[in-house]
């Protein structure tokens, strides 16, 4: 087996309540989609890098009931099993063991890769390429340049189920991987390995918070664009979106980030003057016309209906477009509050609110979020 790559299969653990969330995170949105979820999009991650076998890891039973009505029926597949975990309430290493023991006696995998369902940045197609090590090898985990172990991202054969046993019937008040690495380190019949995490490796990278996961969703679904976009709304007019939108363009474009405005205006609107050349041209018939001086270019479209934002938003030659709109507007959402003033937008499409009392010491921090994302 240490001559050519192992059968590698992929333990994904999804079984957390999503306390810190405040719902279950395996079924939090991702992507474009909106049917796409964090575990649909972590199985077909897995699919599409070539793994032998999955294991989704989905906690105790009767407490899995809302993941499993969830699961798209097409991912169940002949290479996707669900485990359910044996010891309840035990984290990770719960779900580590009970997925390694279901997994022994179908002689699927030779080792099993093991991420969470948290981790949407996780290069998958990594795994294969590192599935080389010794078959004497019974763990290789992930090492920080700092020393720091990444068990979450390891590699695990089902020869270390006696030890994970030993942990969960001994009733340790330690069930952390951590513990469980550091056992099997200790001990002269297990051999663990390492292998280095490339400094600023966003693989690892996980959510706990509703902040870091509609950030992270938002970096996710701009990247996906031609043009990265983020919404300004608000509930009613007059409240300050213009005035938000143009300290944020003004900050943007000092750093160097080319921006465009895309407005909806459903009264109408005139961006000439009557008779002018292209006015003149444009009230004979014309479809289109567009004239082009030496800082500045202009186009008049004739259209039937409204044109979609979106599709003008992606259409621009800039680095971000802000949609500005009275409408909830489209991922990720900034709005823009006043005191008196309910929010309209969901609270996982939402990555910032903001004031116009606030914009002095707001605006700087939304910038650095913003060009991160971008």
């Known amino acids: 087996m240490n001559q050519g790559k192992e059968r590698l299969g992929l333990i994904i653990l999804a079984g957390g309540l999503g306390t810190r969330m405040g719902c279950p995170k395996a079924l939090l949105p991702w992507g474009i989609d909106p049917s796409t979820t ?19 890891s989905v906690g105790p039973e009767d407490e899995s009931q809302v993941i499993m009505e969830s699961l798209p029926s097409l991912l169940l597949s002949k290479s996707v099993d669900i485990v359910y975990d044996e010891y309840p309430r035990c984290g990770p290493l719960g779900g580590l063991y009970s ?11 030779d080792a099993y890769a093991v991420v969470a369902v948290d981790m949407p940045f996780i290069e998958l197609s990594h795994y294969p ?47 952390s991987l951590h513990h469980m690495i550091g056992k099997l380190e200790s001990m002269s019949d297990y051999e663990v390995d390492t292998i280095d995490i490339p400094e600023n490796a966003r693989d690892l990278y996980n959510v706990n918070y509703q902040d870091e996961y509609v950030w992270a969703r938002a970096d996710y679904i701009n990247s996906q664009r031609n043009v990265p976009i983020f919404s300004v709304v608000a509930s009613k007019s007059k409240t300050g979106k213009t005035t938000v939108v143009a300290a944020l363009v003004s900050a943007l474009e000092a750093r160097g980030i080319r921006v465009g405005l895309v407005k909806s205006d459903r009264h109408g609107f005139v961006m000439d003057h009557p008779n002018t050349d292209t006015d003149t041209v444009m009230q004979a018939g014309a479809t289109a016309v567009a004239i082009a001086g030496p800082q500045e270019t202009a186009v008049r479209l004739r259209t039937t209906e409204q044109t979609n934002l979106m599709e003008l938003a992606q259409s621009l030659p800039v680095d971000l477009v802000f949609i500005e709109t009275r409408s909830q507007g489209v991922f990720p959402i900034i709005e823009v509050v006043r005191e008196d003033q309910e929010l309209i937008s969901d609270s996982l499409d939402r990555v910032a609110t903001i004031s116009l009392d606030g914009l002095e010491g707001d605006i700087p921090k939304l910038v650095e979020r913003i060009i991160a994302t971008i």
């Open 129 to 175: 390429d590192i599935a080389r090590f010794d078959n004497c090898v019974d763990v290789v985990v992930p090492k920080h340049s700092n020393g720091t172990l990444e068990p979450i991202g390891g590699i695990y054969r089902t020869t270390i189920l006696p030890v994970l046993s030993s942990i969960l019937e001994s009733g340790d008040e330690d069930v």
């Open 38 to 56: 964090l575990l649909s999009h972590m199985i077909q991650k897995g699919q599409t890098a070539g793994f032998k076998h999955i294991i989704v």
């Open 99 to 109: 997925s390694l023991k279901a997994a022994a006696p179908l002689h699927v995998a």
